[in-house]
């Protein structure tokens, strides 16, 4: 499917263009804000790049990367809110009454998206990355190398590397198209792979020792102390969760992050055949059969004990569990 006409109207009828992605971004929601601002500027659309949240440090390689910064819609006509399954994931850029004196197309790939938009365009798409190349198609824009890294680290983030069951021959013919433009798939999964800092060791190490299995779930944590006694961030926790998943036998990770602040971080993965998005929806979240989360108010061992509940009944309910 192409990009529908309502979003390249909108896209062609705006003066200024403010692009956000959502909040503690990952590939996808950066490489998606870039690539897709960089080419209406190349329409001619003035156009801002915005995140609540700083770019990780993984991500630092992306071109245009001091570009994105913390601000809020002002004289911009157009918001384009990208990867964002909820205004929540807008983060701090989030103001109900600016919103709605603006025009809001949301771009988005997960099941979960509440279409806040003016114009949603949200479809089952590997990655946001991946519409935002039909949308520059779409709006005859010619790719460049800046843009076609920016997409294609997009793809490379949420396929974990074409590892996904949603890597279709669609998503490689888009990846095809992006490396022909002149993206390099070996530096991207370079960058984005190999970025292993002794304190990312330190704490893998701790949190692995003290996972925990149970009826097809394992589940890890991590805490302000665990981060301070490895000098980590949380940014060190990324893909955490994913090695989880891959332990034999088990149908649902679950990493809980406590962030110090009475709020509780959920980050869910499921394995092939388990849908592990309802339980996250049904917390506050949101997100993708596979990979999920939301935050939930309360300690460490309630909110374990809550959401441990919660993914066992919906294995039962999948089956998985007698
Ligand atoms: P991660 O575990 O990598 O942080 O997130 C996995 C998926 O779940 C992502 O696609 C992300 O969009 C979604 N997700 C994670 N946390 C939240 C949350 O608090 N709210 C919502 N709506 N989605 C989330
Ligand atoms: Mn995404």
Not at 183 to 205: K, M
Not at 262 to 272: H, K, T
Request: net charge negative; hydrophobic share 45%; aromatic share 4%.
């Amino acid at each position: 499917m192409t990009a529908p006409a309502e979003a390249t109207a909108l896209i062609r009828g705006a003066q200024r263009i403010i692009c956000i992605c959502h909040v503690m971004p990952d590939g996808d929601a950066i490489g998606s804000l870039i690539g897709l601002a960089f080419a209406l500027r190349k329409m001619g659309k003035p156009c801002t790049l915005a995140c609540a949240d700083s770019v990780p440090e993984r991500l630092l390689f992306l071109p245009g990367v001091t570009e994105v910064q913390p601000v809020a819609p002002a004289d911009e006509d157009l918001i384009i809110t990208l990867d964002c399954s909820d205004t929540e994931r807008i983060g701090a850029l989030y103001d109900a009454d600016l919103f709605a004196q603006k025009r809001v197309l949301n771009i988005d790939h997960h099941i979960t998206n509440v279409q806040f938009g003016e114009v949603n365009w949200v479809e089952q798409r590997a990655a946001t990355a991946e519409m935002c190349l039909e949308l520059i198609a779409a709006l005859a824009i010619p790719l460049d190398i800046a843009i076609a890294t920016c997409l294609l680290t997009g793809i490379v983030t949420d396929t974990r590397s074409f590892r996904t069951s949603n890597t279709t021959p669609d998503v490689l013919r888009a990846a095809i198209r992006l490396i022909e433009a002149g993206a390099s798939l070996a530096d991207i999964n370079e960058q984005l792979n190999q970025y292993n800092s002794p304190s990312r060791v330190c704490l893998w190490g701790r949190a692995l020792s003290n996972a925990r299995m149970q009826e097809r779930v394992i589940w890890a944590e991590i805490t302000p102390h665990l981060l301070a006694t490895c000098s980590a961030t949380i940014e060190d926790t990324e893909d955490l969760v994913s090695f989880l998943v891959a332990t034999r036998g088990i149908d649902v990770a679950l990493l809980f992050t406590d962030r110090g602040d009475g709020e509780i971080e959920v980050s869910m993965r499921a394995a092939r055949d388990v849908d592990i998005s309802g339980v996250a929806l049904h917390l506050g979240g949101g997100g993708h059969p596979q990979a999920a989360g939301c935050i939930c108010k309360g300690t460490l061992g309630e909110i374990e004990t809550l959401v441990l509940k919660a993914t066992t009944d919906a294995l039962r309910a999948q089956g998985r569990l007698s």
